[in-house]
């Protein structure tokens, strides 16, 4: 029913367009000259009209329906069911939202959570249908009056270019509220944390097994929450996927920018960008099933003891991964160099190589150490290829050989299945992801004051 809305609203919006653009040659009498605006300034302002009302209804009604129907179900079933404790009820209705929608409830439900749910049901599809309507009236609504207002005096240009002032503003306000809703999600999250394990525990630790039993007398039922091992193997795969992605990336961005013809660029930059469009779940198949098991027999035959799940194969997959966001960036930015600059170092005597070495990588280093920074943060996040090639093993260990985990690995782990938010084993999820986030946001400021401090010497 939303796609149905949403292409109907499409058609009356392409609609309104049409008929705000013709109501205007005809309103000036096909002497376009005479109008305040464009003729097709008057379209967009009849647009905005059927669009903006229309999706503000919208938006709320599938806010606002599925909260007034579940209270009208809960209000028709009986006394004893309505006064179950909250996570007794959460269960019920867990049920009735099943069968509304046809899946399977639990095992021999109430007779009255079978007609609640059938009731949810009938009450959300009458619902849809009157959301339908609403919505194409809100449109129709809008339609006729703007088409109305429409006259040779009207200023649409300044109607329209305000609006979308107001549209943009909003938008970017969405996602800075977002950030700041992340952030405080962490933040609140990691400060319960910290109140049942101590702040320097947690940073200064060394040992790391976050689970916690159920009983006493269970192994593991205190739980260790030092998170230096994680820290260290996240620093460890990083720097070995850095040691790969950079000098490749940086050499082929430096080929295809100086050296390479444009016949062979314009099939090589693309092929070399299909690698950032792999699903990182294919390189975790590739690192687990061909790259760690050759580093492993080739260790064999020079008796050197590899296991199985290490840092090496999860960092230099991880490294091939990252090679695009190395090689495009900086290919970019060495493009970006002014060509005067590489004129004058030719006509001083030198060479493509010097001139590379001396002239455009100094120009261009503020950008390069930009893409570098960004590919570390894009390193510290990963998590598929750790999963599958580094293992879950916590180690405190700097040899690459050797299995580790990462702190993104271990916050999926600690949320996998049904978690109860009150437990030390799951916020320290949050804890380790406001340490990841203020990580890549130190990572991210460094690269802007990088980039700030030495562009001004190439403008």
Not at 50 to 69: E, R, S, Y
Not at 252 to 263: H, L, P, Q, T
Not at 278 to 289: D, E, H, K, Q, S
Request: aromatic share 8%.
């Amino acid at each position: 029913m939303s796609l149905i809305i949403i292409l109907a609203l499409v058609g009356l919006v392409m609609v309104g367009y049409w008929t705000g653009r013709s109501r205007a040659y005809v309103v000036c009498g096909n002497q376009p000259h005479t109008l305040h605006s464009l003729p097709s300034y008057y379209g967009a302002f009849v647009a905005l009209a059927i669009g903006i009302p229309a999706l503000v209804m919208f938006a709320l009604w599938l806010i606002i329906q599925p909260q007034i129907v579940e209270a009208v179900v809960l209000g028709g079933l009986p006394q004893e069911i309505q006064d179950l404790p909250d996570d007794r009820l959460g269960l019920i209705l867990n049920d009735i939202y099943n069968i509304a929608s046809g899946n399977i409830a639990s095992i021999d439900p109430d007779p009255a959570v079978v007609v609640a749910g059938e009731r949810y049901a009938s009450l959300m599809t009458t619902g849809s249908y009157l959301m339908t309507a609403a919505v194409i009236a809100v449109a129709l609504i809008g339609l006729v009056i703007a088409r109305s207002r429409i006259a040779t005096d009207m200023r649409a240009r300044n109607t329209v270019e305000r609006t979308i002032d107001v549209l943009l503003l909003i938008a970017s306000m969405i996602a800075i509220m977002t950030t700041i809703g992340i952030v405080l999600s962490l933040i609140f999250e990691t400060i319960r944390f910290f109140g049942k394990v101590p702040f320097f525990e947690f940073l200064f630790g060394t040992e790391w097994s976050p689970q916690i039993a159920l009983r006493a007398d269970q192994a593991g039922s205190s739980g260790a929450f030092g998170a230096i091992p994680i820290f260290a193997g996240t620093m460890l795969i990083t720097f070995i996927a850095m040691c790969v992605a950079v000098p490749i990336g940086l050499f082929a961005a430096i080929y295809m920018a100086e050296y390479a013809g444009k016949r062979f660029r314009a099939w090589a930059k693309p092929v070399l960008e299909i690698l950032a469009g792999i699903p990182t779940v294919v390189y975790g198949f590739f690192a687990a099933l061909t790259v760690a098991p050759f580093f492993r027999d080739g260790g064999d035959l020079i008796g050197i003891a590899i296991s199985s799940e290490s840092a090496l194969a999860a960092g230099v997959v991880m490294g091939i991964m990252i090679i695009p966001f190395v090689s495009s960036l900086s290919d970019d930015v060495i493009n970006a160099v002014p060509q005067s600059l590489r004129d004058g170092a030719y006509a001083l005597g030198a060479t493509r190589s010097e001139t590379v070495r001396q002239v455009i990588l100094p120009a261009a280093l503020p950008g390069v150490v930009g893409a570098v920074l960004l590919a570390i943060s894009r390193a510290i996040g990963e998590t598929m290829i750790v999963v599958m090639a580094a293992g879950l093993a916590a180690n405190l260990t700097a040899n690459p050989l050797e299995a580790v985990t990462t702190v993104t690995v271990q916050i999926v782990t600690l949320l996998v299945g049904d978690q109860e938010f009150d437990s030390a084993k799951t916020l320290a999820a949050f804890a380790l992801g406001l340490v990841l986030f203020v990580v890549t946001l130190c990572l991210n400021i460094i690269a802007l004051h990088v980039v700030r401090k030495y562009r001004e010497q190439y403008d």
